[in-house]
């Protein structure tokens, strides 16, 4: 972090959920690169395109993250892959991992007060979401969220109203 | 563990002096008018009834698929596993909400555009704009909640838009 005042006012919370949502798209798009040489046909086409939209997002965080006044998380030269991938049906399933995390990190945004940052990432979740269920072809109830945190919702209502 | 019970018996207190003050310049009439709610129980009763509409077309819709004979078997499949999302979003939001029994919400009868006499094709198209405007309403009513239900509900209505490609493709395929 420099010392420098932010350019525009997001909380250090807010800057260090987008620095989470940073690092998750520049993983993905490492993945990406991965995913779309085991593909060919369609397949390959849409890895091309969410390639493109994670590079896209990438570099918009970059950007937000600087403009706030913040250094950007520098991308790692390589990263492990979840999976090993020899074929192209654990491309797909990469693809679904790495959206996975990236909805994941996405999620941190939502929970921030600032409200630009939460839109944004509520945005990118759905968006995310939508690549997750065209890669696996199915749905799941709760993108981003993870069964231990939907668990513990029951313990503590967010409102409670006098009886 | 003693924030709750202290916070409810605050929210209790104050809910019985606003209509004791109000009462002294209004008339008896006011007393024991519970105060309104707050934006996040409105932003949650309102995900809560916009979900059990969905359930209600969903159910309508199946009925209506499974009546249609063996060659919609897919899609009753399919319109009941987007269903069991429905349950689970449901689950979710009623857990986030306390209320007084006495203000449970009343069932929620079917819409009238899912039990009016139409194709099965023209009640997909009509679920899935009921899920594309629940999934942008909660995008827009997230804004709005304290951040742990803002998550809940921007993953529900991203759930929700992830239904869309599934029923455009039902609907094609009539």
């Known amino acids: ?163 | 563990m003693a924030a709750g019970p202290t916070r409810r018996a605050m929210l209790a207190a104050s809910a019985a002096a606003v209509p004791l003050l109000v009462s002294a310049c209004r008339g008896i009439q006011v007393l024991g008018t519970p105060p309104p709610p707050g934006r996040d129980v409105r932003a949650l009763q309102s995900a809560i009834s916009g979900e059990r509409a969905l359930i209600s077309s969903y159910h309508s819709a199946i009925a209506q698929a499974t009546a249609a004979g063996s060659g919609d078997r897919a899609t009753v499949a399919s319109l009941s596993r987007l269903l069991a999302e429905h349950h689970q979003h449901l689950a979710q939001l009623t857990a986030r909400l306390v209320e007084p029994s006495r203000s449970a919400a009343p069932p929620v009868k079917p819409t009238p555009s899912a039990s009016a006499p139409a194709g099965l094709g023209a009640v997909i198209a009509s679920l899935a704009a009921a899920e594309q405007a629940a999934s942008a309403r909660l995008a827009s009513q997230l804004l709005a909640v304290p951040p742990s239900l803002a998550q809940l509900m921007a993953s529900i209505s991203a759930s929700e838009a992830t239904h869309l490609p599934v029923l455009h493709s039902l609907g094609k395929s009539r």
């Open chain 1, 1 to 163: 972090m420099t010392r420098q005042q932010p350019a525009a006012t997001v909380s250090a919370t807010a800057i260090t959920a987008l620095q989470t949502a940073l690092a998750a798209e520049q993983a993905a798009c490492y993945g990406y690169g991965v995913v779309g040489a085991y593909l060919s046909g369609p397949d390959a086409s849409r890895a091309h395109v969410d390639w493109v939209a994670h590079q896209v997002a990438r570099d918009r965080l970059t950007a937000t993250i600087s403009g706030a006044g913040a250094d950007p998380v520098p991308a790692a030269v390589a990263y492990k892959l979840p999976i090993p991938v020899r074929s192209a049906a654990a491309a797909r399933s990469l693809a679904v991992i790495l959206e996975d995390r990236v909805a994941q990190a996405y999620m941190s945004l939502v929970g921030v007060t600032d409200l630009e940052v939460r839109a944004l990432g509520a945005v990118k979740l759905r968006e995310t979401a939508l690549r997750a269920a065209a890669w696996s072809h199915t749905t799941v109830a709760f993108p981003g969220l993870t069964s231990s945190s939907l668990d513990g919702a029951g313990s503590k209502p967010a409102i409670s109203e006098p009886g």
